[in-house]
């Protein structure tokens, strides 16, 4: 049997005539059982010979030793035997040259039982596959030059942790995965895939789940925008595919397809069966756009998933490598397309279901061994089906007013880009300086060639743009300019998704909710188009768009929105009691304004001195007046007041504050300062946070959602989003709540009135006229239902409620109700 030395030397003359040097040769056990595969060496590798002897080996065998498996058992090497630097361009000659030298090292090899290969070079090698993120955490065979086949388990290259902390986690649960070979507990997962069933064995199938096994997965395929099949899986190990379509025609009668839906929702809606899907919220909103059959999810394992690991992917690819034995397959619905048989579309499909089935089972039980479960089923699971009908049903839009606002808007976007140009040529003292704001070119040449600004790589990108921003060293015409072109590319990224937005045939606009949609404050909504391409961002629209929504014929726009609800959560969390003393007295007296005596603490004014409204012209005439000079506004002290409460309660810093406020650079620091003098509580409520998370790794928000950090904590802008958790996780999740209560209320008639979108901590709805006082009593009671927060720095419990603001659409000139005419509307008076 060769030893290692024996195997370097044949390995040397094998390559003798390559006109390869290698610089880091393989290292270990040639009889060992485990064998590590690497793509190349690092400088620290290349100095010592020794394969994984840096950084990233640290990281490998530091994992390792936690399952008791140390070098000395391992033989390890790299497919690439000299350092590869971020300036090498490496041919692919030379690639296929390292490549066929390491498939002769590992024919000299004996013993083998398992490869681990650390990165796409090596899985390439071994496998010919590309996309080390699809296929990370998979197991699959080979076969050496000499016979010998072996697994090989799919791990990403360890330095992607250094680059990227958060992923860890996933290289642990891979280095576990491969643990399990190694100990032989590995078995591949096994599907039983029925496919191209008749009709009557498609009955009998729904027939069968209905009567016996009660508990399914389900998951739909669509081409071409119409639903192509229905899967079933009755277990982790078998699943139907119910194909409507064949190669060339359909396989069913129009009346046999509309009994297999109308059995499927009848399935779904029973009482006594459970169903289980993927972003189960797509298939159902889905299928009731096009088929009118929307149905019934008991179990999202996305959703389950975003309960348990806020911050890891929650795809059905990942979930595969997370919880099952199945290597990544979701390449397979691809097949057919590039011309395989139809066949492996359905086969995919059924293997869809069956791993749904197969994740739901060990979520489960994640779900309650974390006692996240009753969280999941009596919050997350009940929002579900209400998002889903939103998008079924939508919004009107008047399409006159929709063309007409993206004429303004892009005129406003205009304007943006010309104070942009002014800027810059301010501060280059260039005056005839022409510049692109949306150039990749243009803008690194004016901030680093023009302006000299400092930064490690040559980008005016926004990660870039904020660090210069944070830099010291730049100066303040140059922030200046920064925070304009920061202000121009959000306006112009939004007008062009805005002004492409595509409305339905019927005219309403559409938007795919999403419960898992905003990573750094779960518990938050976000949304986006639907899958067939119309709708977008329900949250994001400009207030001033807000007129071409329009209340069904016969109805009104309701309304409530949560006054000041983060800042109020703040309040009570880092119990900052002038703060509490305020927002109590606006809630009580309605008439007192909590932002206006913020300003009168931060500037050292009487109340009364310090204006009302956010913006006053030179005269002193606010947007209200219709003889206001726009062209002369200015923010006030109370609009400073409000947006430092809003930003840097959060750790929002000098230069971010001045680029979303407009504020200077210099303006921006004084109010920076000022805030935290006077609210010295904020500071201590940070480290109450950070101290909390450093020990327990967790948060729990008002209503039990979780935040787990599964990553090193030294970064800041995790800990960032780790202050914010709290607040902006709790009142989104109050939010939903409240839509689901509402629909849920024995008073409300869902004939009459309906919720129809959210906007960050707002909803809107649709009524009857006759019903919308009633509709807007329910809502005004369930968003004024007190939240307990419990405070971080001593657990003490304390009840807040915050105030609903309720609206109520009046007939515009145009005699319709739209979002943009909502006036305050006095619930109690009412009664």
């Known amino acids: 049997m060769d030893n290692t030395a024996t195997i370097q030397e044949k390995y040397e003359a094998h390559i003798a005539s390559y006109n390869l040097t290698p610089q880091c040769m393989m290292h270990g056990d040639a009889d060992s059982e485990i064998v590590i595969i690497g793509e190349y060496p690092g ?65 000299l090899l004996t013993n083998p039982k398992v490869f681990i290969c650390l990165g796409n070079i090596a899985m390439n090698t071994l496998l010919s596959f590309n996309g080390i993120t699809q296929y990370r955490g998979s197991v699959y065979k080979y076969t050496t030059l000499s016979g010998i086949e072996c697994p090989v388990v799919i791990v990403n290259n360890p330095a992607n942790v250094i680059r990227m902390p958060e992923t860890e986690i996933i290289f642990s649960m891979d280095i576990a995965k491969a643990v399990r070979v190694i100990n032989g507990d590995y078995k591949t997962h096994s599907i039983k895939k029925i496919i191209n069933p008749t009709y009557e064995q498609s009955m009998d199938y729904i027939d069968a789940i209905a009567r016996e096994h009660k508990k399914f997965s389900v998951d739909i395929e669509v081409t071409g925008y119409e639903t192509a099949c229905i899967g079933f899986g009755i277990s982790a190990h078998e699943a139907m595919c119910v194909n409507f379509r064949n190669a060339t025609t359909s396989t069913f009668t129009v009346e046999q397809e509309f009994n297999l839906l109308q059995s499927f929702v009848r399935l779904c809606d029973r009482d006594d069966t459970f169903v289980i899907a993927q972003n189960g919220n797509f298939d159902s909103y889905f299928m009731g756009f096009k088929d009118h059959a929307m149905f019934k999810v008991d179990f999202d394992t996305l959703l389950a998933h975003h309960t348990l690991y806020p911050r890891l992917p929650h795809n059905l690819g990942f979930l595969t490598s997370q919880y099952t034995d199945h290597p990544y397959y979701k390449d397979d619905k691809d097949v057919f397309k590039e011309g395989g048989d139809i066949n492996s579309f359905w086969e995919y499909n059924a293997t869809d279901c069956a791993i749904t089935f197969a994740v739901y089972e060990a979520e489960l039980e994640e779900l309650k061994a974390q006692k996240l479960d009753e969280f999941f089923f009596n919050h997350v699971m009940r929002l579900q089906p209400h998002l889903s009908e939103s998008t079924v049903t939508g919004v009107a839009v008047d399409p006159t007013v929709k063309q007409r606002l993206s004429k303004e808007i892009g005129a406003d976007v205009t304007k943006l880009r010309n104070e942009v140009i002014a800027a810059a040529r301010y501060a280059a003292r260039d005056p005839e300086l022409e510049l692109n704001p949306n150039s990749t070119k243009q803008v690194p040449a004016l901030l680093y060639d023009k302006l000299k600004l400092k930064y490690h790589r040559r980008s005016g990108d926004a990660k870039a743009r904020k660090d210069l921003m944070d830099d010291p060293r730049t100066g303040v015409e140059a922030k200046e300019f920064l925070a304009k072109l920061g202000k121009y590319n959000e306006q112009a990224k939004f007008f062009s998704t805005y002004v492409e937005t595509k409305i339905d045939d019927d005219n309403r606009f559409r938007a795919e909710f999403k419960q898992y949609g905003v990573s750094k404050a779960p518990g938050r909504l976000s949304s986006g188009q639907t899958l067939w391409g119309s709708g977008g961002n329900a949250q994001n629209q400009p207030h001033r768009a807000y007129e071409m929504y329009i209340a069904d014929p016969g109805c009104v726009f309701i309304y409530f929105d949560l006054a000041q609800a983060e800042a109020r959560y703040v309040a009570w969390d880092a119990w900052i009691e002038h703060w509490i003393e305020d927002f109590e007295r606006a809630r009580l007296e309605g008439g007192f304004d909590a932002h206006r005596s913020l300003a009168s603490t931060m500037f050292k004014l009487p109340y009364d001195e310090v204006p009302s409204e956010d913006w006053l012209d030179a005269e002193g005439r606010s947007l209200k007046d219709p003889n206001c000079d726009m062209g002369t506004l200015k923010f006030t002290k109370r609009f400073v007041a409000k947006r ?79 202050i914010a958790f709290k607040p902006q996780s ?58 307990m927060v419990r405070r971080t720095r001593d657990g003490v419990v304390n009840p807040m409620i915050i105030p609903a603001d309720c609206k109520i659409s009046k007939v515009n000139e145009r005699g319709q109700h739209s979002m943009s005419n909502l006036t305050a509307f006095d619930v109690e008076a009412a009664k």
């Open 730 to 787: 709790s009142i989104g999740d109050k939010t939903q709540k409240v839509w689901y209560q509402c629909h849920e209320d024995d008073r409300w008639d869902r004939n009459k009135a309906r919720i129809a979108l959210n906007v960050h901590d707002a909803l809107y709805g649709i009524a009857t006229p006759d019903f919308a006082p009633t509709a807007l009593s329910i809502m005004k009671k369930y968003a004024e239902e007190p939240i």
């Open 43 to 107: 400088s620290q590798e290349v100095a010592t010979n020794t394969p994984f002897s840096g950084a990233s080996g640290k990281i490998l065998w530091n994992v390792l030793r936690k399952h008791k498996i140390i070098r000395p058992q391992c033989y390890t090497t790299n497919v690439i035997k000299r350092q590869v630097t971020a300036r090498d361009n490496m041919q692919t000659h030379e690639l296929s040259l390292w490549q066929e030298a390491l498939h002769y090292e590992l024919s």
């Open 644 to 722: 430092c409460r809003h930003g840097l309660n959060y750790r929002m810093h000098i230069a971010r504050l001045a680029e979303t406020t407009g504020m200077s650079y210099a303006e921006a620091a004084s109010n920076y300062y000022t805030y935290h003098r006077v609210n010295p509580e904020l500071q201590k409520w940070w480290h109450d946070v950070e101290r909390e998370i450093k020990k327990t790794r967790m948060l729990f928000n008002a209503y039990g959602r979780r935040f787990i950090t599964l990553e090193r904590l030294e970064n800041s802008d995790i800990m960032d989003s780790i």
